[in-house]
């Protein structure tokens, strides 16, 4: 039952023990059991015995702490305990003058006393390699201990382990299903060659978060100018963001942070604040977006100028005056800004503006605009006061708002138009003069012969009155056959005197022809008796 190893040693001390002790024997020391692994820190039972013939000396060499506990002919069983390491006990028996000896191997096993999967980083982006690292102290025997790493179940790798501590690692390209994931590493005993099981220590897990965003910047709509007691709306998207909704918006003006809202949707968000111009942001500043994800960021900035522009105050020197006063137009921009009015563009910019005015009738409702300008990041910008002069005039009834003859023939279709003008707008009444019939004003569908009559109208307004008389004459059938009929009579008698002026301007042509060939043939008669 001696182990090779043990006997391996004999020849040497028993030739030391020979030549010291010339007698020799064929006694043995033999060790139960020869080989033991036990946990640190634990006892093992180790029964030392000789084969010697007669009464033999046993004893067992040893720097643990051992106890003697049962013992019989040639036998001996120590107890050795609070083994904490691997050491080689030696039985030793003297039988007679010769001693002999022999070892027990004992091995020491113990559980890893800390392992550690080293911390992963927050975040990982999605694409690159994550190395994971896994340290373990203790455990023994090393040559029995493996190290795994795994995700969730899933193992990664295995290695024994070396070193003190021992270290285990893992490559893993890191994926989007990889957020959320959890990494641990497992060391294990195999004790299974001593008949003692296999155990498993596992690490605390690690949960790794994985993410991506994009290297392109944030979209960024913003105004480019921002007057200031107004509001407008910043919006600040990205897309193409794993996991959207983990990523955080900064949206500032300057310094000053914004109230941000966000709305995550599937892979992308959308931040929207709202910039203010207030007199204290007035000047130019950047507006910032950024947009964090994992443990990086994507910036985009645009220009905003805040500016103020009050409008130019428009004054009438009166809003309502009346016909042939005089107006003053003036119109005053606000300091370092110039202005223009609309009844004057051909003047040049200045900082304010005057127009004196000789208001006419022509005048009223008359708008007069002031445009004040004011240039902002390469924008001109106008605000335009505009007001409306009232002139009072009239009352007024001309010819040409009311004609003064009418002449229609009865049962046809007319339009009488009569209109007063002015300001305040005048009453209008037109009567007959004999019983004080109103005037039929508009459509006449058809004209009555009932209608004939001078009217008198008058045009009355708190300024005056003024009247008109109108004559509305209406040709009945009968009149109107006389009309024709002499209209008719005229044509022909015209027609008439025409033809006899013709007749008598022929007679006298034909007279002076017969005269001319007259005295023409005198002449020739003449010549055609020579002497
Ligand atoms: C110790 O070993 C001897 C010899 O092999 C044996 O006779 C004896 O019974 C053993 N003692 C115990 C307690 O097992
Ligand atoms: C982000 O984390 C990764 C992995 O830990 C690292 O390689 C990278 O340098 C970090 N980037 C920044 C901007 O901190
Ligand atoms: C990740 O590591 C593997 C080998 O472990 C290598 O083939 C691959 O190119 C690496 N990928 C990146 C993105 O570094
Ligand atoms: C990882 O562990 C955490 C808590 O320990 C758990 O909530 C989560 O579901 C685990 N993740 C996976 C992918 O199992
Ligand atoms: C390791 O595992 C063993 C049994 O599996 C257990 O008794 C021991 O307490 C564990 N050690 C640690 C450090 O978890
Ligand atoms: C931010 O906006 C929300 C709603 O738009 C509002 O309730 C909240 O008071 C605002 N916070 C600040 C500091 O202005
Ligand atoms: C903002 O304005 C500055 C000058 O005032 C200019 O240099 C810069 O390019 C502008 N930035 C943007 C994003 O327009
Ligand atoms: C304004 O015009 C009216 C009519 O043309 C004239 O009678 C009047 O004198 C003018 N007034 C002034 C102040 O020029
Ligand atoms: C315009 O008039 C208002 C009051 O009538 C005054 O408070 C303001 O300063 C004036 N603005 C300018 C540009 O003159
Ligand atoms: C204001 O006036 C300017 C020039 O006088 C003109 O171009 C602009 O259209 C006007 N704006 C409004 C809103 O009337
Ligand atoms: C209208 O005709 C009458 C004669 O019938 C004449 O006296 C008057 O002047 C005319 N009025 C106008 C405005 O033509
Ligand atoms: C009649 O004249 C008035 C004023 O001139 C006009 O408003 C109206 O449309 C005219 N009616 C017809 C049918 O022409």
């Given at each position: 039952?001696?182990?090779?190893?043990?006997?391996?040693?004999?020849?040497?001390?028993?030739?030391?023990l020979?030549?010291?002790?010339?007698?020799?024997?064929?006694?043995?020391?033999?060790v139960?059991?020869?080989?033991?692994?036990?946990?640190?820190?634990g006892?093992?039972?180790?029964?030392?015995?000789?084969?010697?013939?007669?009464?033999?000396?046993l004893?067992?060499?040893?720097?643990?702490?051992?106890?003697?506990?049962?013992?019989?002919?040639?036998w001996?069983?120590?107890?050795?305990?609070?083994?904490?390491?691997?050491?080689?006990p030696?039985?030793?028996?003297?039988?007679?003058?010769?001693?002999?000896?022999?070892?027990?191997?004992?091995?020491?096993?113990?559980?890893?006393?800390h392992?550690?999967l080293?911390?992963?980083?927050?975040?990982?982006?999605?694409?690159?390699n994550?190395?994971?690292?896994?340290?373990?102290?203790?455990?023994?025997?090393r040559?029995?201990?493996?190290?795994?790493?795994?995700r969730?179940?899933?193992?990664?790798?295995?290695?024994?382990?070396?070193?003190?501590?021992?270290?285990?690692?893992a490559?893993?390209?890191?994926?989007?299903?990889?957020?959320?994931?959890?990494f641990?590493?497992?060391?294990?005993?195999?004790?299974?060659?001593?008949?003692?099981?296999?155990?498993?220590?596992?690490?605390?897990?690690r949960?790794?978060?994985?993410?991506?965003?994009?290297?392109?910047s944030?979209?960024?709509?913003?105004?480019?100018?921002?007057?200031?007691?107004?509001?407008?709306?910043?919006?600040?998207?990205?897309?193409?963001?794993?996991?959207?909704?983990?990523?955080?918006?900064?949206?500032?003006?300057?310094?000053?942070?914004?109230?941000?809202?966000?709305?995550?949707?599937?892979?992308?968000?959308?931040a929207?604040?709202?910039?203010e111009?207030?007199?204290?942001?007035?000047?130019?500043?950047?507006?910032?977006?950024?947009?964090?994800?994992?443990?990086?960021?994507?910036e985009s900035?645009?220009?905003?100028?805040?500016?103020s522009?009050?409008?130019?105050?428009?004054?009438?020197?009166?809003?309502?005056?009346?016909?042939?006063?005089?107006?003053?137009?003036?119109?005053?921009?606000?300091a370092?800004?110039?202005?223009?009015l609309?009844?004057?563009?051909?003047?040049p910019w200045?900082?304010?503006?005057?127009?004196?005015?000789?208001?006419?009738?022509?005048?009223?409702?008359?708008h007069?605009?002031?445009?004040?300008?004011?240039?902002?990041a390469?924008?001109v910008?106008?605000?335009?006061?505009?007001?409306?002069?009232?002139?009072?005039?009239?009352?007024?009834?001309?010819?040409?708002?009311?004609?003064?003859?009418?002449t229609?023939?009865?049962?046809t279709?007319?339009?009488l138009?009569?209109?007063?003008w002015?300001?305040?707008?005048?009453?209008?009444?037109?009567?007959?003069?004999?019983?004080?019939?109103?005037?039929?004003?508009?459509?006449?569908?058809?004209?009555?012969?009932?209608?004939?009559?001078?009217?008198?109208?008058?045009?009355?307004?708190?300024?005056?009155a003024?009247?008109?008389?109108?004559?509305?004459?209406?040709?009945?059938?009968?009149?109107?056959?006389?009309?024709?009929?002499?209209?008719?009579?005229?044509?022909?008698?015209?027609v008439?005197?025409?033809?006899?002026?013709?007749?008598r301007?022929?007679?006298?042509k034909?007279?002076?022809l017969?005269?001319?060939?007259e005295?023409?043939?005198?002449?020739?008669?003449?010549?055609?008796?020579?002497?």
């Amino acid at each position: 039952m001696a182990p090779a190893g043990a006997l391996s040693e004999l020849p040497l001390l028993l030739a030391l023990l020979g030549a010291l002790l010339p007698e020799p024997g064929d006694a043995q020391t033999s060790v139960f059991p020869t080989e033991a692994t036990l946990p640190r820190g634990g006892s093992v039972l180790v029964n030392c015995s000789s084969t010697c013939e007669e009464e033999a000396f046993l004893g067992l060499e040893t720097p643990l702490t051992k106890e003697e506990r049962d013992t019989g002919h040639n036998w001996m069983v120590f107890e050795l305990s609070d083994v904490e390491e691997d050491s080689k006990p030696m039985c030793f028996s003297i039988c007679g003058s010769k001693q002999t000896t022999a070892r027990i191997s004992i091995t020491v096993y113990r559980f890893p006393e800390h392992m550690e999967l080293l911390p992963l980083p927050p975040w990982q982006p999605v694409g690159e390699n994550l190395t994971l690292k896994c340290h373990v102290w203790g455990g023994a025997p090393r040559a029995q201990l493996t190290l795994v790493l795994l995700r969730g179940e899933e193992e990664l790798s295995r290695q024994p382990a070396v070193g003190e501590p021992a270290e285990g690692t893992a490559t893993v390209l890191a994926g989007r299903g990889d957020n959320g994931a959890n990494f641990t590493c497992r060391a294990e005993l195999d004790l299974r060659p001593q008949g003692l099981g296999f155990f498993q220590n596992t690490s605390a897990p690690r949960q790794l978060r994985t993410f991506v965003l994009p290297m392109t910047s944030p979209q960024l709509e913003t105004p480019r100018i921002l007057e200031v007691g107004t509001s407008e709306k910043v919006v600040c998207s990205m897309g193409g963001l794993f996991p959207a909704s983990e990523a955080q918006v900064h949206l500032a003006l300057g310094d000053h942070r914004l109230n941000t809202t966000v709305t995550y949707n599937e892979d992308s968000l959308s931040a929207t604040a709202w910039v203010e111009g207030t007199a204290e942001n007035k000047g130019d500043h950047l507006l910032v977006c950024a947009i964090m994800l994992g443990n990086q960021s994507q910036e985009s900035w645009r220009n905003l100028t805040v500016y103020s522009f009050p409008a130019p105050n428009l004054t009438l020197s009166e809003q309502e005056v009346s016909e042939g006063t005089q107006v003053e137009v003036a119109c005053e921009a606000s300091a370092g800004l110039r202005v223009r009015l609309s009844v004057a563009p051909a003047e040049p910019w200045a900082p304010s503006v005057q127009f004196l005015l000789n208001a006419t009738a022509e005048d009223n409702g008359r708008h007069f605009s002031c445009s004040a300008a004011l240039e902002v990041a390469g924008h001109v910008l106008y605000k335009n006061q505009t007001k409306e002069l009232r002139v009072l005039y009239g009352p007024r009834l001309d010819e040409s708002d009311c004609l003064g003859n009418w002449t229609w023939p009865e049962e046809t279709n007319q339009n009488l138009s009569c209109q007063a003008w002015g300001n305040p707008v005048p009453r209008l009444t037109c009567l007959r003069e004999t019983d004080r019939a109103p005037l039929p004003i508009g459509d006449l569908r058809p004209v009555k012969k009932q209608y004939e009559g001078t009217y008198l109208c008058k045009a009355e307004s708190p300024r005056g009155a003024v009247t008109r008389k109108v004559f509305l004459t209406v040709l009945t059938r009968k009149n109107v056959l006389i009309i024709v009929l002499l209209t008719a009579g005229a044509i022909l008698g015209a027609v008439v005197v025409a033809i006899c002026l013709y007749n008598r301007q022929r007679k006298i042509k034909i007279y002076k022809l017969l005269k001319a060939q007259e005295a023409a043939a005198l002449k020739l008669k003449t010549q055609a008796t020579p002497p």
